[in-house]
């Protein structure tokens, strides 16, 4: 079921966080779920994009033998590698052609799951007249949750649209919402 409508406006940004293959079902680190965000998710950009609102989509983007992946060490199998098909956004995610696209975790050496983490995003945001940022997508509990914190962190307010979210582990919902609430961030069911 979707959430109650969100009043956007000039000074939201919208940001659908990682709906790429690889993180969708048939994915190499598919999230349960995640397929299914795409309609729902396809009208929440066109209802912000319609009131002026900032469309931002992040996206994992690593090199090859990215430090993340099993085989350098890291926790998760190779997935969203720079210019592959499972990196690029799910087919069906139809992105206005002004969507501010921002890719992250794109160096060798270190992981980021948020889309703030060393991207410029906030700077970005705040030199637009950004004051709200509403966030949607995948996953819930790591780098939804990451840009929710950092969100925060930046000082804009935060909503979090959790029926256009899925997490990897529903075991870890309960403990993020905990978290987001603590923050300071809003978590519309
Ligand atoms: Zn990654």
Redesign the pocket.
């Known amino acids: 079921m979707r959430h109650a409508q969100v009043d956007y406006s000039r000074r939201d940004a919208l940001l659908v966080v990682d709906m790429q293959n690889d993180f969708c079902e048939g994915g190499a680190?598919a999230v349960d779920g995640g397929n299914a965000l795409v309609a729902d998710i396809n009208a929440e950009i066109t209802t912000a994009h319609q009131a002026g609102a900032l469309v931002v989509a992040t996206r994992?983007w690593?090199p090859v033998d990215?430090v993340?992946f099993a085989h350098r060490g890291g926790p998760?199998p190779v997935?969203?590698v720079q210019d592959t098909e499972g990196a690029a956004f799910h087919p069906d995610l139809r992105l206005p052609a002004d969507t501010i696209r921002v890719s992250k975790?794109t160096a060798f050496d270190a992981?980021a799951?948020s889309g703030f983490d060393g991207t410029g995003l906030g700077d970005y945001l705040r030199d637009r007249g950004i004051s709200r940022v509403v966030v949607c997508g995948l996953a819930l509990d790591v780098?939804v949750r990451a840009t929710v914190l950092d969100a925060r962190r930046e000082g804009f307010d935060t909503l979090l649209l959790e029926s256009l979210s899925a997490a990897v582990d529903a075991d870890m919902v309960a403990a993020c919402r905990r978290e987001f609430a603590e923050a300071g961030a809003e978590v519309r069911p």
């Open positions: 680190l994992d690593h990215h993340s998760w997935h969203c975790a992981d799951y780098c």
